[in-house]
């Protein structure tokens, strides 16, 4: 039995993943000031209903946004950072680009590490790796001396130490010397990859960070050893792998996109049994949509990341977020347009139909205006929705766009749909794909809500909506594999470097990790390694990620793999133009075991439907059947305008679709033309 968990800001959801049963899935509320304690009662409900203890547990992985929370409202350590002499304005030099190119009165980020708590260090190290100056330890003692004593974490870049960390490693050994106990994060241990301004964020990332993650480890480590459980806990990185509790303390920095990261796992390991290799996936939460791409039944990667306002270099998988959730609000600016988000009602007060006290109008009180969802079995039932505080939080927005309470809820939702789909456009156009050829897999609460608004706007042929829409962050957390990723940088003219040398490069980032799997110690099914290169033409300021297969590590073969690779982005590949190698890459994957589950039973006649309402859609009123989702076999097929209820989510199928249940038991939606 394997169990996987997702924290958000409302609720905490749990799946267990058991051989041959279906997944149990389970939610209880958040506890934001002590996150694992919600964790720890969530195992014991779950545990208790199904006649079964917590030590009986096999596997547990966590997808956490302690770290991302961290940056995100800046309530992380204070931190303070080591550069090499003359480099003290690192961070606000960056990369010399404006916050907002278009807005001249743009305000620059507030830093995570102040210039007062900026070191610099007396040393130098060349870019090829040799000593020019020796580090000055007694220098560097005084300067850390003179640091306030309340410094909880410390961050080291010096320059060019991805060449040779000599330096860095001394240094460190000098802070945990004047500062004993005090968090180091190195940056060479961390991400050795050329880039100063990058290498440094991602050890800035870290110290800020490591403090609250550490604390937050302990206290799940202790509050679930309290019920019993024995299982080693792991966690879920932002390259949509897992790695031990202990890991994660020491590098918190791989956990920033944790959250979001598990949730496109467990969307792919959808899109793989219901056979769409290929899709696009929409996690609508209550702040933000977050959107990634599937390619070939795998997660699609970048090292183009951001958190908040911050570059994160280090391998993740590729989303996008927008402001454009549930808690959303619906606002008119100076000129009476119409505009919804990125400032979201959150879970306290919330929409203005959770009658906390919020009156602002969101995207939530257009679904219930709409009739999309029922007031009296919201999340189960758990929580009850007020439809008169939603109609007067629209009908402020209806009043002032002289129009209907329906016709503007139906607004708030097109200005929503327009949000998101900013996000998804771009995405599909960077990475070369047409949306005709994609399925759409929505999830989280609002996601199947939403889907059929998406697909109206951007055509795929099918939606493909999860057994658990709103706990599929906690079941890919349940079934990701353990994965490690390295770098190696070399920049250097690729005919310049020895191919005996290239392998032997390759074979070391891959017995590193292989070690480091080793230690972590999981029950995998079997190992898998990948090689990539970053390559550019000689002369260009960017490079390109090309993957090699493992017979391929040689110069020609690089060089042919790099030209196709190029001529496919951009179709002006030059096979006569010199090539710059400038990183070597290794990612070591352990398969874990996914528990198979049973197929749904099937259907022998249509489905029973369990009432009706009528919904809004369209600039008219429809009268909708309403569908319990446990009650769908396999082979049922339910008609556009449809509402499917279920605990964690409300699936629109709207006029014009039609939904039909798959084996696995996935609603897939598909217009009645197609």
């Not at 050994?173 to 990058?198: D, K, M, N, T």
């Not at 920095?253 to 949730?263: E, K, Q």
């Not at 795929?460 to 490690?484: F, H, K, N, Q």
Request: hydrophobic share 40%; aromatic share 6%; proline share 7%.
């Amino acid at each position: 039995m394997k169990l996987g968990i997702d924290i958000g800001g409302t609720f905490t959801d749990l799946t267990l993943l058991d051989a041959g049963a279906s997944p149990h899935h389970h939610k209880v509320p958040s506890t934001p000031d002590a996150p694992s304690r919600a964790v720890a009662r969530g195992i014991v409900e779950l545990m208790q209903r199904l006649g079964r203890k917590p030590d009986e547990l096999t596997g547990f992985v966590h997808g956490t946004t302690i770290a991302l929370n961290a940056v995100l409202e800046r309530r992380g350590a204070r931190a303070c950072l080591l550069v090499t002499e003359g480099n003290r304005d690192l961070l606000e030099i960056g990369r010399l680009q404006k916050i907002d190119p278009f807005n001249l009165r743009a305000v620059e980020p507030i830093l995570l590490v102040p210039r007062a708590r900026v070191v610099e260090v007396r040393e130098r190290i060349d870019s090829s790796g040799g000593v020019i100056l020796p580090l000055d330890v007694e220098r560097l003692r005084q300067a850390l001396a003179a640091l306030p004593p309340d410094i909880e974490s410390v961050a080291i870049c010096l320059l060019n130490s991805h060449a040779n960390d000599q330096h860095e490693r001394e240094v460190e050994r000098v802070v945990a010397q004047v500062f004993p106990g005090c968090h180091v994060s190195r940056s060479s241990a961390l991400w050795p990859e050329i880039r100063e301004y990058e290498r440094a964020m991602v050890a800035v990332l870290n110290a800020y960070v490591q403090p609250a993650l550490a604390r937050y480890v302990e206290g799940l480590e202790r509050d679930t050893r309290a019920i019993g459980m024995k299982t080693r806990l792991y966690i879920t990185q932002s390259n949509g792998g897992i790695m031990s509790a202990g890991t994660a303390r020491e590098l918190p920095a791989r956990t920033l996109l944790s959250g979001p990261a598990s949730g496109v796992v467990g969307a792919a390991y959808v899109a793989r049994l219901a056979g769409a290799r290929n899709a696009v996936t929409i996690d609508i939460g209550g702040t933000s949509a977050d959107v990634s791409l599937i390619r070939d039944g795998e997660p699609v990667h970048s090292t183009e990341a951001r958190v908040g306002d911050f570059p994160v270099v280090m391998p993740s998988v590729d989303v996008f977020s927008v402001g454009a959730g549930g808690g959303s609000i619906a606002w008119l600016d100076s000129l009476g347009l119409l505009k919804v988000g990125p400032r979201s009602a959150g879970a306290t007060p919330g929409p203005a139909c959770y009658a906390r006290g919020g009156r602002e109008p969101t995207v939530t009180d257009a679904y219930l205006v709409c009739g999309y969802l029922n007031p009296l079995n919201f999340v189960g039932g758990t929580m009850k929705l007020d439809t008169q505080l939603a109609r007067s939080a629209v009908g402020a927005v209806a009043e002032r766009l002289k129009t209907g309470v329906e016709e503007a809820a139906e607004a708030i939702l097109k200005i929503a749909t327009t949000n998101m789909i900013t996000a998804l456009l771009p995405m599909m156009t960077k990475r070369g794909v047409d949306p005709r050829e994609l399925a759409l897999i929505p999830f989280g609460g609002a996601g199947p809500t939403h889907a059929c608004l998406l697909a109206e706007e951007v055509v795929v042929p099918r939606i493909v909506v999860p057994l658990s829409p709103g706990t599929t962050c906690a079941t890919g957390a349940g079934m990701a594999d353990i994965r490690a990723d390295y770098i190696r940088s070399v920049r250097r003219p690729l005919p310049e470097i020895a191919d005996a040398r290239l392998q032997e490069i390759f074979a070391s980032l891959e017995r590193a990790g292989r070690d480091w799997l080793a230690v972590e110690d999981p029950a995998v099914t079997g190992v898998f390694v990948r090689y990539a290169v970053d390559a550019r033409y000689a002369g260009q300021a960017f490079d390109i990620e090309v993957e090699l297969k493992p017979g391929m590590l040689d110069g020609k073969s690089i060089a042919a793999v790099f030209h196709d690779a190029y001529e496919t982005l951009y179709r002006n590949a030059d096979p006569g133009a010199p090539i710059e190698l400038i990183s070597l890459r290794v990612r070591v994957t352990g398969k874990t075991r996914v528990p198979e589950t049973p197929l749904l039973r099937q259907a022998e006649r249509t489905p029973p439907a369990a009432g009706s309402r009528d919904i809004w859609y369209g600039g008219r009123w429809h009268r909708a059947n309403v569908y319990a989702r446990e009650g769908l076999l396999s082979g049922h097929v339910i008609q556009g305008p449809a509402i499917v209820e279920q605990f964690d989510t409300t699936t629109l199928v709207a006029p014009g679709f039609r939904a039909a249940v798959d084996p696995h038991g996935f609603l897939v939606i598909a217009r009645h033309d197609e």
